[in-house]
């Protein structure tokens, strides 16, 4: 990136990592103005770290992957926790995005990041607490007539932390989740960059301002 720092990023993923791909093509076109540093998840061999290496190959980067998980479910524990804080310290980063990242965030890493937010598939609160294809036939069932992308701050429940923007997508005639749901799915790997860039350039604002 010809010598000059980029704020670092830490995504935590579960699965197959299509919005992860997108954030780090992202940082190479310059639509985003970070670097993401690592990619943690708490599957042992998720889709996302297959994309991490094939990345690291085509760019040239150096982003690390760390599988850190427990036995209980849903939620993470404290010391699960603290091993991705320990890992972002490790990294030497601040910020934290979840991109599909299915076990709710618990103990330091909700307060150690500058900030830590959550890509969600649907519209809140309408949604919140379902994921992949499920939200979209939540949508269908309540007759909405846009499903959406949202990005939100991660707080200590599910969904429910506020909401920093929301990209309507249209229920079009003849929509089954699934059909819904890539339509979320290609808004979501469109705006979550921009997003992200927003953030830090508010953030960056914001220090000079004080």
Known sequence: MHGRHYPGLLILSSGSGTTAEAVIHATKTGELSM???GVVSNNEHPGVFDKVDR?????????E????TSPQKGEQTVAESQHIVDFMHHLGVKRVVLLGYLRKVVGPLLTKPLWIVNSHPGPLPATGGLIGATVQQRVLDLGLTHSAHTIHHVDEDYDTGQVIAAHKVPVQPGDDKDSLFQAVQSTEKSWTPRVLNDLLLSEQRSKTTH
């Open 55 to 63: 990345l690291n190959e085509q760019y040239g980067l150096k982003i």
């Open 65 to 68: 992957k760390a599988h850190i």
């Open 35 to 37: 670097e993401v540093a």
